[in-house]
């Protein structure tokens, strides 16, 4: 073992007493944002679905069910609010009568005034810092853009990728996960016969106990301080900490520039590099696991807590959920208690749930 190990019970507690003060509205790095589906959304069609993740976008419009006009690809990196009004007029479809956003980064919900869910953004994560867009309503930014390209008025409708996802299910399922750049967690819970889908931004949690890796991580970040706990798991820094141990140790073993390329040599070497993925992989999980045993004990589920999940991490990482369900067993899960949904395409889906 070339990593400390984290005390995962003492995370998992001290997961839970944060979520437990957010939910409280006390001072707490876990947010508990409230998101109200409002009682009537658009009817307008066609419309079109965009879903801006850590790493890609994906962009289509529903057409007698079916997903026609899909585009997808990497996304450039959004310094500034100029380079996300260009990335938006590069996918924009004209001949549409309303837009759907599924936006991956930390967003404070409001209804607009064409009653859809819709929210201002709170900061930049994942090394997009969004510079002249923190603050702003992003619906109206949206529009604004649509609307000096095509001069044409569209209603439009955002949401938190974690929000999107819950609603891209039958809404039987408890709430959503992103594992793949990022990291966060959303959680369906009803109360006085409403609703209300739960933004918990798992990923800027940081009462737990730091160390020289995520310290030299977070200090090169273009986010310095914000989401630490998702830059101890999420892929979009699992490769830096490679990086970071091949050279503090001096290891006779190659950097790495990607997540992708760490998780395969996790299944395919043999030797040190593949030992020190494997090792950085299980304590993702064993993190991951962690924070969904808290999130089930607040919630106090005698049934099964089952998350629609998405992310490359999760899915294709190297024995990832295994080792998440090892861990869980490990710190007081019940056998057979959590379970993960797949749902083809779910990030459109989630999005197109905001219209209808």
């Given at each position: 073992m070339i990593l400390d190990t984290p005390d995962y019970q003492k995370i998992k507690t001290s997961f839970l007493n944060e979520l437990t003060a957010a939910s409280k509205g006390k001072d707490s790095s876990v947010s508990f944002i409230k998101n109200e589906l409002p009682n009537k959304t658009t009817e307008k069609n066609p419309f079109q679905a965009i879903v801006v993740g850590g790493s890609n976008f994906v962009?289509?419009?529903?057409?007698?069910?079916?997903?026609?006009?899909?585009?997808?690809?990497?996304?450039?990196?959004?310094?500034?609010?100029t380079d996300f009004e260009k990335f938006l007029l590069s996918v924009f479809e004209p001949d549409i009568s309303a837009l759907?956003?599924?936006?991956?980064?930390?967003?404070?919900?409001?209804?607009n005034e064409d009653n859809l869910l819709d929210g201002r953004l709170i900061n930049g994560t994942k090394e997009?810092?969004?510079k002249g867009l923190v603050g702003q309503n992003l619906g109206e930014f949206v529009k604004k853009t649509y609307f000096a390209k095509f001069e044409k008025e569209i209603p439009v409708s955002v949401a938190n990728d974690t929000i999107c996802l819950a609603l891209s299910g039958s809404g039987q399922e408890s709430g959503g996960m992103v594992l793949g750049s990022g990291f966060n967690i959303s959680l369906r819970i009803?109360?006085?016969?409403?609703?209300?889908?739960?933004?918990?931004?798992?990923g800027?949690?940081?009462?737990?106990?730091?160390?020289?890796?995520?310290?030299?991580?977070?200090?090169?970040?273009?986010?310095?301080?914000i989401n630490r706990f998702e830059k101890m798991l999420s892929g979009n820094y699992l490769w830096l900490i490679y990086n970071f141990v091949v050279e503090r140790y001096g290891l006779n073993i190659q950097n790495i520039s990607?997540?992708?390329?760490?998780?395969?040599?996790?299944?395919?070497?043999?030797?040190?590099?593949?030992?020190?993925a494997r090792e950085i992989l299980?304590?993702?999980?064993s993190l991951v696991a962690s924070t969904i045993s808290a999130i089930y004990e607040f919630l106090n589920k005698s049934e099964e807590l089952t998350l629609i999940t998405e992310g490359s991490l999760f899915w294709n990482g190297w024995n990832y959920q295994e080792n998440m369900e090892k861990k869980l067993k490990e710190i007081g899960v019940p056998k057979n208690k959590i379970s993960f949904k797949k749902i083809p395409d779910s990030s459109i889906k989630g999005a197109l749930g905001l219209m209808k």
């Open positions: 962009s289509a419009t529903p057409t007698d069910g079916n997903l026609t006009k899909r585009t997808q690809g990497s996304l450039p990196i959004f310094n500034t609010a759907a956003l599924n936006f991956a980064y930390p967003i404070s919900p409001i209804i997009h810092a969004f009803i109360n006085e016969h409403k609703t209300h889908i739960i933004n918990l931004e798992a800027n949690f940081d009462k737990f106990e730091s160390d020289k890796i995520l310290e030299e991580i977070d200090s090169k970040s273009e986010n310095k301080g990607n997540s992708k390329s760490m998780s395969q040599l996790a299944y395919d070497d043999k030797t040190k590099s593949g030992d020190l299980t304590r993702s999980a």
